[in-house]
């Protein structure tokens, strides 16, 4: 089966730089990579997607990048603000969608001021 | 819409209680899961459905159970409660590929189990 590492476990940034995490994953018929956002006793929502068929995709200060022949995908945050504080996950599926998927272990975002 | 609602918010169990985790929703959605998540482990997937009477196994199913009557509800059964099953669980909802946009899972609050 599917197998995503996600990098680094824990990241801490100081307010107004950037902040990338990185995951590879296994299974090159994946097709679909999702990232979620889970703040402190909350639950998990997305916030950006990437489909196979895409290099990059940007939405406002976050964007997602995909190297399909490394089979890894990365997270990138602009400019960062004190709500972006949170645990963040990757994940992968082959079907296109949100079954199948396989999440990263997550990496906590630590935005210090 | 209330989205994806989960009962109970927190309980505690003894070892070898059963109870049942609730979870409906109203979105219309034919995709529901169920996923636990422990600390520093990600999401794993114990069981999914893609419509009224249908249920799958995930990665992680053994000392579960699930049934599917309805389009709007997905309860999750723990038999025989054990230790390793301590976990904050958390029920989603999506659409199929042919019935809107298939990517986002829509997340309950979580329940947060405790078995001693």
């Known amino acids: 089966g599917e197998n995503v590492e996600q990098h680094p476990s824990t990241l801490s940034v100081q307010e107004g730089d950037s902040a990338v995490i990185k995951c590879t994953y296994s299974?090159?018929?994946?097709?679909?990579f999702p990232w979620y956002k889970q703040e402190l006793g909350k639950r998990p929502q997305l916030i950006i997607d990437?489909?196979?068929?895409?290099g990059e995709k940007k939405d406002q200060r976050i964007a997602v990048t995909l190297n399909k022949t490394a089979k890894h995908f990365s997270l990138h945050i602009t400019e960062t603000q004190p709500e972006d504080s949170a645990v963040y996950f990757c994940?992968?599926?082959?079907?296109?969608?949100?079954?199948?998927?396989?999440f990263g272990k997550g990496t906590h975002l630590i935005i210090q001021p | 819409n209330a989205g994806v609602t989960q009962t109970p918010k927190f309980r505690i169990l003894k070892i070898g209680q059963s109870m049942t985790l609730q979870c409906t929703q109203d979105m219309n959605h034919n995709y529901m899961y169920w996923y636990r998540q422990d600390p520093g482990m990600g999401l794993k997937l114990i069981y999914y459905?893609?419509?009224?009477?249908?249920?799958d196994k995930g990665e992680v199913p053994n000392g579960y159970n699930v049934s599917r009557s309805t389009t709007e509800d997905f309860p999750l059964r723990l038999e025989l409660a054990a230790p390793s099953q301590t976990s904050v669980y958390f029920c989603?909802?999506?659409?199929?590929?042919?019935?809107?946009?298939?990517?986002?899972?829509?997340f309950g609050n979580g329940t947060r189990l405790t078995v001693t």
């Open positions: 299974d090159s018929a994946s097709n679909y």
């Open positions: 989603a909802s999506s659409y199929s590929r042919d019935r809107g946009p298939f990517g986002t899972l829509h």
């Open positions: 459905s893609v419509g009224a009477g249908i249920t």
């Open positions: 990437i489909r196979s068929n895409v």
């Open positions: 994940a992968a599926s082959r079907g296109g969608g949100a079954d199948g998927l396989t």
